[in-house]
């Protein structure tokens, strides 16, 4: 139905509610981070006998100390409303798990034979129904509807530790700002905080001294009583020991051990224990005393399941008496190794689940603090926004006590005067001005400081809720991803088959074939007239320059002849008539070669006109064939990428169905190994029935004997042969009870 969507929304809500805590706790922490920087101001200047200096820090650090109240104040309601969000989602997990069991197990088996083709027989006995139905449901079926529940165990268990981890990230440490206080206040004399507001900060300092000498014997006198001599649920981590005999002591007192098995003695399964040991005692733990309710109460085969469980057994101790962590790997557990440090777990186990019975709802507060250990002392200095809370309502009082008792100091020294009193008084006045002067940069500089943050915290809200809106954005595609996948699927097959035909349609088609070959045509012919175009333009060049050399000689003739016609005329040369009528036969000559060659020329010009024209029209034509060709191939382009993005589709979804198949036999395996392992615990148990049956008979034979040797002569001593039966049926009462083998130790490293 709508549950996995309202899970989602609730996981989204609760992880945006987780991010706002932490941006919150960041502002505590700077606050925080001012507060102490003051708080030192102030012990300082006192340790100093510098009273302005330390009347300067205490009324700086009162000032802080409003602001650090009101930030944890809102980091307190932050996270009463996180843990609302986380432990409701944890709530319906619970309740649809429970309503799985109850009604959606049963309901989804019978769809499952339904599915196989088994119909219900009401009027059938129960026995024969149950065994039909284990004929006809496969094994793997059972095992899938198993792990659903398993799964929304798993969920649950997350969403309470998620609700821890809330409860972590808004905890505060406050333990070095009491130790200062409590320094400052023993330097002003008559400033001593009150005895329940002094046991808060001490407590929270980790201090079992006071600062004073006359008080110091106090607590020295207070001696706590040995563990021996109190109840288990005052005990504390450092009380424990890792013996056996302390942990079947601590066990014993909340659990029978006795009937986990009758094999191996208590004192045997400590010696080592096996893996199922420690989750078989913390269900039994969980039922005597309300511990570990979110334990899974199945013990799971593969190992990282394994692991989970002793890991969460751990880390709930570890929450429940307040330690950062226990000493204690889970896989040391699963190869028999580190064995104290598992004895130990156990102990603490017992601590713990004796502190949640007698405190239910109880956390890491459940013991008295003067009563915690050293290992615990170093970590308490971290606390839970309520507590830090209460610890700066403690500080405050004490800094307004140490205010009041400065007023009064300063008050009598001014009464004391000294030999010029107005002096005194005008470097007070000027120490005032200075310390005033920079008491108002000083406020500037951390005002301006706190507008950067603030909007810098907007920026970074503004930018989660947009990021926030993008997830759930991608979540819900990412719900109709399958859908979407088989349609991508159906696309892809009708594009593959259009694009196939498109690609047999191009290959056959002969009108590109014959465009093809028409470009190729025109490209040779205007390659042969290109050719025959140069040979013209060579020869056109020759008979230029011939030309130019004819009118060159023509010119030289003219001149000559002018010359002769001169001289001819002067009378000077008249011999040379001959020479001049041969000069005038060779000019007509060349000018009729002259004449010949312009018309040649003219007529080659026409010529190369014409084939201009043609050229110019066959590139035209070339041009347009071009065209059609770049077109062909920008269509084929596109053929060819639709074709490759569709192969790259398909093998994407190749591989994914490749994987998919990789894990449902990784999958289908384990479950035919697990089937395999039940066939052969089922064969084993038939076996050790054969072998009870025979040792029945056996034992029935034996005192058949017994019976008629006993009428007999020589009865007396036929009572020897039954002195060892009670042993079978000692194994026969055995047979109910739990077994622990070596061999479920992983081979060490």
């Given at each position: 139905?709508?549950?996995?969507?309202?899970?989602?929304?609730?996981?989204?809500?609760?992880?945006?509610?987780?991010?706002?805590?932490?941006?919150?706790?960041?502002?505590?922490?700077?606050?925080?981070?001012?507060?102490?920087?003051?708080?030192?101001?102030?012990?300082?200047?006192?340790?100093?006998?510098?009273?302005?200096?330390?009347?300067?820090?205490?009324?700086?650090?009162?000032?802080?100390?409003?602001?650090?109240?009101r930030e944890c104040s809102n980091l307190r309601g932050m996270e009463t409303q996180s843990q609302d969000k986380a432990n409701e989602f944890a709530l319906a997990v619970g309740q649809a798990r429970q309503e799985f069991l109850t009604q959606g197990m049963q309901a989804l088996l019978n769809e499952l034979k339904e599915e196989e083709g088994v119909e219900a027989n009401a009027g059938a006995p129960k026995d024969s129904a149950e065994e039909q139905a284990e004929k006809v449901v496969p094994p793997l079926?059972?095992?899938?509807?198993?792990?659903?529940?398993?799964?929304?165990?798993?969920?649950?268990?997350?969403?309470?530790?998620?609700?821890?981890?809330?409860?972590?990230?808004?905890?505060?440490?406050?333990?070095?700002?009491?130790?200062?206080?409590?320094?400052?206040?023993?330097?002003?004399?008559?400033?001593?905080?009150?005895?329940?507001d002094d046991a808060v900060l001490r407590s929270l300092a980790g201090s079992g001294t006071p600062a004073t000498p006359a008080a110091a014997a106090a607590p020295a006198a207070e001696a706590r009583p040995p563990r021996e001599q109190r109840p288990l649920h005052e005990w504390t981590a450092e009380d424990v020991d890792e013996t056996v005999e302390g942990a079947e002591a601590l066990l014993m007192q909340l659990i029978p051990l006795d009937g986990l098995n009758k094999k191996r003695t208590p004192q045997?399964?400590?010696?080592?224990?096996?893996?199922?040991?420690?989750?078989?005692?913390?269900?039994?733990?969980?039922?005597?005393?309300?511990?570990?309710?979110?334990?899974?109460?199945?013990?799971?085969?593969?190992?990282?399941?394994?692991?989970?469980?002793?890991?969460?057994?751990?880390?709930?101790?570890?929450?429940?008496?307040?330690?950062?962590?226990?000493?204690?790997?889970?896989?040391?557990?699963?190869?028999?190794?580190?064995?104290?440090?598992?004895?130990?777990?156990?102990?603490?186990?017992?601590?713990?689940?004796?502190?949640?019975?007698?405190?239910?709802?109880?956390?890491?507060?459940?013991?008295?603090?003067?009563?915690?250990?050293?290992?615990?002392?170093?970590?308490?200095?971290?606390?839970?926004?309520?507590?830090?809370?209460?610890?700066?309502?403690?500080?405050?009082?004490?800094?307004?006590?140490?205010?009041?008792?400065?007023?009064?100091?300063?008050?009598?020294?001014?009464?004391?005067?000294?030999?010029?009193?107005?002096?005194?008084?005008?470097?007070?006045?000027?120490?005032?001005?200075?310390?005033?002067?920079?008491?108002?940069?000083?406020?500037?500089?951390?005002?301006?400081?706190?507008?950067?943050?603030?909007?810098?915290?907007?920026?970074?809200?503004?930018?989660?809720?947009?990021?926030?809106?993008?997830?759930?954005?991608?979540?819900?595609?990412?719900?109709?991803?399958?859908?979407?996948?088989?349609?991508?699927?159906?696309?892809?097959?009708?594009?593959?088959?259009?694009?196939?035909?498109?690609?047999?349609?191009?290959?056959?088609?002969?009108?590109?074939?014959?465009?093809?070959?028409?470009?190729?045509?025109?490209?040779?012919?205007?390659?042969?007239?290109?050719?025959?175009?140069?040979?013209?333009?060579?020869?056109?060049?020759?008979?230029?320059?011939?030309?130019?050399?004819?009118?060159?000689?023509?010119?030289?003739?003219?001149?000559?002849?002018?010359?002769?016609?001169?001289?001819?005329?002067?009378?000077?040369?008249?011999?040379?008539?001959?020479?001049?009528?041969?000069?005038?036969?060779?000019?007509?000559?060349?000018?009729?070669?002259?004449?010949?060659?312009?018309?040649?020329?003219?007529?080659?010009?026409?010529?190369?006109?014409?084939?201009?024209?043609?050229?110019?029209?066959?590139?035209?034509?070339?041009?347009?064939?071009?065209?059609?060709?770049?077109?062909?191939?920008?269509?084929?382009?596109?053929?060819?990428?639709?074709?490759?993005?569709?192969?790259?589709?398909?093998?994407?979804?190749?591989?994914?169905?490749?994987?998919?198949?990789?894990?449902?036999?990784?999958?289908?395996?384990?479950?035919?190994?697990?089937?395999?392992?039940?066939?052969?615990?089922?064969?084993?148990?038939?076996?050790?029935?054969?072998?009870?049956?025979?040792?029945?008979?056996?034992?029935?034979?034996?005192?058949?004997?017994?019976?008629?040797?006993?009428?007999?002569?020589?009865?007396?001593?036929?009572?020897?042969?039954?002195?060892?039966?009670?042993?079978?049926?000692?194994?026969?009462?055995?047979?109910?009870?739990?077994?622990?083998?070596?061999?479920?130790f992983e081979e060490p490293d």
């Amino acid at each position: 139905g709508d549950a996995p969507r309202q899970w989602l929304k609730a996981c989204g809500a609760i992880t945006q509610a987780a991010s706002a805590l932490k941006q919150q706790h960041t502002t505590a922490l700077v606050f925080h981070g001012a507060f102490s920087e003051d708080l030192k101001l102030w012990v300082d200047g006192e340790e100093a006998h510098d009273h302005v200096m330390a009347r300067t820090g205490a009324r700086r650090a009162a000032a802080k100390l409003e602001k650090l109240q009101r930030e944890c104040s809102n980091l307190r309601g932050m996270e009463t409303q996180s843990q609302d969000k986380a432990n409701e989602f944890a709530l319906a997990v619970g309740q649809a798990r429970q309503e799985f069991l109850t009604q959606g197990m049963q309901a989804l088996l019978n769809e499952l034979k339904e599915e196989e083709g088994v119909e219900a027989n009401a009027g059938a006995p129960k026995d024969s129904a149950e065994e039909q139905a284990e004929k006809v449901v496969p094994p793997l079926y059972e095992l899938m509807v198993e792990d659903i529940s398993k799964i929304l165990q798993l969920v649950e268990q997350q969403a309470t530790g998620r609700g821890s981890e809330l409860s972590s990230v808004a905890s505060l440490e406050i333990g070095s700002a009491a130790e200062l206080v409590l320094r400052g206040a023993a330097n002003v004399p008559g400033a001593e905080p009150a005895a329940a507001d002094d046991a808060v900060l001490r407590s929270l300092a980790g201090s079992g001294t006071p600062a004073t000498p006359a008080a110091a014997a106090a607590p020295a006198a207070e001696a706590r009583p040995p563990r021996e001599q109190r109840p288990l649920h005052e005990w504390t981590a450092e009380d424990v020991d890792e013996t056996v005999e302390g942990a079947e002591a601590l066990l014993m007192q909340l659990i029978p051990l006795d009937g986990l098995n009758k094999k191996r003695t208590p004192q045997e399964l400590l010696a080592r224990p096996p893996p199922k040991f420690v989750h078989d005692v913390g269900l039994l733990i969980a039922q005597a005393t309300g511990f570990l309710q979110t334990l899974s109460e199945e013990w799971p085969e593969p190992r990282e399941g394994k692991i989970d469980i002793l890991q969460h057994i751990a880390d709930q101790v570890a929450a429940t008496l307040g330690l950062r962590s226990v000493d204690f790997d889970p896989a040391d557990v699963l190869k028999g190794k580190e064995v104290p440090k598992t004895v130990k777990l156990l102990q603490l186990l017992a601590v713990a689940a004796a502190r949640h019975k007698h405190q239910p709802g109880g956390t890491a507060a459940g013991g008295a603090l003067p009563q915690a250990s050293p290992q615990e002392k170093q970590g308490q200095g971290v606390r839970s926004a309520t507590e830090v809370l209460a610890a700066l309502e403690a500080i405050t009082r004490c800094i307004q006590s140490v205010m009041e008792r400065q007023a009064a100091r300063g008050d009598t020294q001014e009464r004391g005067g000294s030999a010029s009193p107005t002096r005194e008084l005008e470097n007070g006045y000027r120490d005032l001005q200075e310390k005033l002067e920079e008491e108002r940069q000083l406020r500037q500089r951390h005002e301006a400081k706190l507008g950067e943050l603030s909007q810098q915290v907007l920026q970074e809200r503004a930018a989660l809720q947009e990021r926030t809106a993008q997830l759930d954005d991608r979540q819900r595609a990412a719900a109709d991803a399958e859908g979407r996948v088989a349609e991508l699927r159906r696309q892809v097959e009708t594009l593959r088959a259009g694009l196939l035909a498109r690609a047999e349609k191009a290959e056959a088609n002969s009108e590109v074939g014959r465009l093809r070959a028409e470009v190729e045509k025109v490209a040779d012919d205007s390659t042969g007239k290109g050719n025959d175009k140069a040979k013209i333009q060579l020869e056109v060049k020759r008979l230029q320059q011939q030309q130019l050399e004819i009118e060159k000689n023509r010119e030289t003739m003219e001149v000559e002849i002018k010359r002769m016609k001169l001289r001819q005329a002067e009378g000077i040369d008249s011999p040379l008539s001959e020479e001049i009528v041969l000069l005038q036969a060779e000019k007509q000559k060349w000018d009729v070669k002259v004449q010949s060659e312009e018309e040649r020329m003219r007529v080659i010009s026409s010529a190369e006109d014409g084939e201009r024209g043609k050229e110019t029209r066959l590139i035209e034509e070339k041009k347009l064939q071009m065209t059609k060709n770049d077109d062909v191939q920008d269509q084929l382009q596109v053929i060819i990428e639709e074709r490759d993005g569709l192969r790259d589709g398909m093998d994407m979804l190749w591989r994914e169905k490749a994987r998919a198949d990789e894990d449902l036999d990784n999958v289908s395996q384990g479950y035919t190994h697990l089937s395999d392992r039940v066939f052969e615990k089922i064969e084993e148990k038939r076996e050790l029935e054969e072998k009870l049956d025979q040792y029945n008979n056996l034992l029935k034979m034996l005192q058949d004997n017994f019976e008629k040797n006993r009428y007999s002569p020589g009865g007396q001593g036929g009572a020897s042969p039954t002195a060892k039966a009670p042993p079978a049926a000692e194994k026969a009462e055995d047979a109910g009870s739990s077994h622990y083998s070596d061999e479920e130790f992983e081979e060490p490293d």
